[in-house]
């Protein structure tokens, strides 16, 4: 089976590739492609040495699924043009994931939606992969009425040219190519993609909207505040459910500590919780903070975290190769 990276040069492209190497995935072949100004470059991951070829290039080599990580420009414009040909696109990028004809999977929720026809499956927004990881369980058992949520996002969510920002702020280095409108170092930014003229920003669509597709309910009411944090690594949730059904807190403990992918770290008393700390480089999603709203009977709130870059993208795309039928037979 050949593998395509499309965007090897960038955050989620590299842990890709480093992803492979430390699961052992095997591929026949796996060729990787990042902008024009990159091509012919080699980049060194895990101690494999990968050459960067164009787009052009990575479709004349026929690959069997071609993972894109490389913006919603380069997906929208290339995405097709790969399906056309029947390889398998899995796309990072937001570009068609509310398209109503394309699937936006978290293998361990929807993974068994994919048929042979979806020769583009669109994998969610960070924050909404741990977002939903920690709902389903809770949403299967107990329905949820409302959510409302407000995230504490890495700079690493932005890419690379944005960590290059906070390392040379830390460095006390001046950056005339500032990727964010201000400083991020000693900062928090409430704004993540552009604003809408609803006051909302692109991500926080996407965190609602996303969810509500994943789940398959659009009447659960969700509403959501995006901040960048100046952390590299590691998206944090705080989140308040309020349920349909009457609950115990240990019935919500047990239902997550049951549930594959999930993490519960919750012990405050021995200052036990999910840290991005400790969250980062693992594909396990964390949950902690575990507790009853004290002014509503059916509500609680905790708090979540995982490696955006892992379970947040890189992980989730590896995962959906999986549920792809006609190369599930393959062994990866
Ligand atoms: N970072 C996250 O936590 C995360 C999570 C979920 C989804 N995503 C999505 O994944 C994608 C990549 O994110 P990232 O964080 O890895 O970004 P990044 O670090 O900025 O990397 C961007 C990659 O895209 C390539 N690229 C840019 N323009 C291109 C073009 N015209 N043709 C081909 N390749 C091009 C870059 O190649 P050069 O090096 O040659 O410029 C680089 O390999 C984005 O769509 C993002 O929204 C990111």
Same mark, same amino acid.
Not at 153 to 179: C, H, I, M, P, T
Not at 197 to 206: A, I, P, Q, R, V
């Given at each position: 089976?050949?593998?395509?990276?499309?965007?090897?040069?960038?955050?989620?492209?590299?842990? %890709?590739?480093?992803?492979?190497?430390?699961?052992?995935?095997?591929?026949?072949?796996?060729?990787?492609?990042? $902008?024009?100004? $990159?091509?012919?470059?080699?980049?060194?991951?895990? &101690?494999?040495? !990968?050459?960067?070829?164009?787009?052009?290039?990575?479709?004349?080599?026929?690959?069997?699924?071609?993972?894109?990580?490389?913006?919603?420009?380069? $997906?929208?414009?290339?995405?097709?043009?790969?399906?056309?040909? &029947?390889?398998?696109?899995?796309?990072? #990028?937001?570009?068609?994931?509310?398209?109503?004809?394309?699937?936006?999977?978290?293998?361990?929720?929807?993974? /068994?939606?994919?048929?042979?026809?979806?020769?583009?499956?669109?994998?969610?927004?960070?924050?909404?992969?741990?977002?939903?990881?920690?709902?389903?369980?809770?949403?299967?058992?107990?329905?949820?009425?409302?959510?409302?949520? #407000?995230?504490?996002?890495?700079?690493?969510?932005?890419?690379?040219?944005?960590?290059?920002?906070?390392?040379?702020?830390?460095?006390?280095?001046?950056?005339?190519?500032?990727? !964010?409108?201000?400083?991020?170092?000693? *900062?928090?930014?409430?704004?993540?993609?552009?604003?809408?003229? *609803?006051? !909302?920003?692109?991500?926080?669509?996407?965190?609602?909207?996303?969810?509500?597709?994943?789940?398959?309910?659009?009447?659960?009411?969700?509403?959501?505040?995006?901040?960048?944090?100046?952390?590299?690594?590691?998206? #944090?949730?705080?989140?308040? %459910?309020? %349920?349909?059904?009457?609950?115990?807190? $240990?019935?919500?403990?047990?239902?997550?500590?049951?549930?594959?992918?999930?993490?519960?770290?919750?012990?405050?008393?021995?200052?036990?919780?999910?840290?991005?700390?400790?969250? /980062?480089?693992?594909?396990?999603? =964390?949950?902690? =903070?575990? =507790?009853?709203?004290?002014?509503?009977?059916?509500?609680? &709130?905790?708090?979540?975290?995982?490696?955006?870059?892992?379970?947040?993208?890189?992980?989730?795309?590896?995962?959906?190769?999986? !549920?792809?039928?006609?190369?599930?037979?393959?062994?990866?």
């Amino acid at each position: 089976m050949k593998l395509a990276i499309i965007g090897a040069t960038g955050l989620v492209g590299r842990k %890709l590739l480093e992803i492979i190497e430390e699961k052992s995935l095997s591929f026949d072949k796996i060729i990787t492609a990042a $902008s024009p100004k $990159s091509k012919g470059t080699i980049i060194n991951i895990s &101690n494999k040495k !990968y050459k960067i070829v164009t787009l052009q290039e990575a479709l004349n080599f026929k690959p069997d699924i071609a993972i894109f990580s490389a913006g919603s420009k380069v $997906s929208q414009e290339w995405a097709p043009i790969f399906a056309k040909k &029947n390889i398998f696109v899995i796309d990072n #990028s937001s570009q068609w994931r509310m398209d109503p004809n394309i699937k936006l999977i978290v293998p361990e929720i929807n993974g /068994n939606l994919i048929t042979n026809e979806d020769k583009i499956i669109a994998n969610p927004n960070c924050s909404t992969i741990q977002l939903v990881m920690a709902l389903k369980p809770i949403y299967d058992n107990f329905k949820i009425k409302r959510i409302v949520i #407000s995230t504490y996002q890495a700079v690493s969510g932005s890419g690379k040219k944005a960590l290059d920002q906070l390392d040379y702020e830390r460095k006390n280095k001046f950056d005339s190519n500032k990727y !964010y409108p201000h400083k991020i170092d000693l *900062n928090l930014i409430p704004h993540i993609d552009n604003f809408l003229d *609803n006051g !909302y920003s692109k991500e926080e669509l996407k965190i609602i909207n996303e969810t509500k597709k994943i789940l398959d309910d659009h009447n659960i009411k969700i509403t959501a505040t995006a901040v960048r944090v100046p952390i590299a690594n590691c998206h #944090s949730l705080s989140v308040n %459910l309020e %349920l349909q059904e009457e609950f115990n807190l $240990s019935e919500i403990r047990d239902l997550l500590k049951n549930t594959e992918g999930l993490k519960v770290v919750d012990d405050p008393f021995k200052n036990e919780y999910p840290m991005p700390i400790d969250a /980062n480089n693992c594909d396990l999603v =964390r949950i902690g =903070r575990i =507790r009853k709203d004290l002014d509503h009977p059916k509500a609680l &709130n905790m708090w979540v975290v995982a490696d955006n870059i892992r379970k947040g993208a890189a992980t989730n795309a590896l995962e959906i190769i999986k !549920y792809i039928n006609d190369l599930k037979t393959i062994k990866i």
